[in-house]
């Protein structure tokens, strides 16, 4: 399985961005997906996901602002990321889990400055 993250760049706060990670090596339409992030200096922090029903579950920190959806046509996990802020500033990684196990993508920067 493999994940590509698309969509990072430097954008002002209260600015909106949409992440995207295309998935290759399994059947898109099975799997649960999602996204986490890291800023420099702490911990990897959860930020959403999306279930193979189409269930959504979001970071306390990110909910109401950021939207995780799937693009079936596509094989591609889409992060809306709006109203952003300077504690937003981080690396986003996109992931899955099959067979017991997580695959992640490499990550994309996202940097929210004025």
């Known amino acids: 399985v493999q994940l590509q993250a698309s969509g990072g760049g430097l954008v002002h706060p209260g600015g909106s961005l949409r992440l995207s990670c295309s998935v290759s090596g399994a059947d898109f339409r099975v799997l649960d997906m999602g996204w986490y992030r890291q800023a420099p200096g702490k911990e990897r922090e959860f930020v959403g996901y999306i279930t193979r029903v189409g269930l959504t579950n979001y970071g306390d920190s990110v909910k109401g602002r950021f939207i995780v959806s799937r693009d079936l046509s596509r094989n591609t996990l889409n992060l809306r990321m709006n109203d952003l802020k300077p504690e937003d500033t981080a690396v986003y990684l996109c992931?899955?889990?099959?067979?017991?196990?997580?695959?992640w993508g490499q990550g994309t920067l996202v940097t929210v400055s004025s």
């Open positions: 992931y899955t889990n099959r067979g017991g196990r997580r695959y």
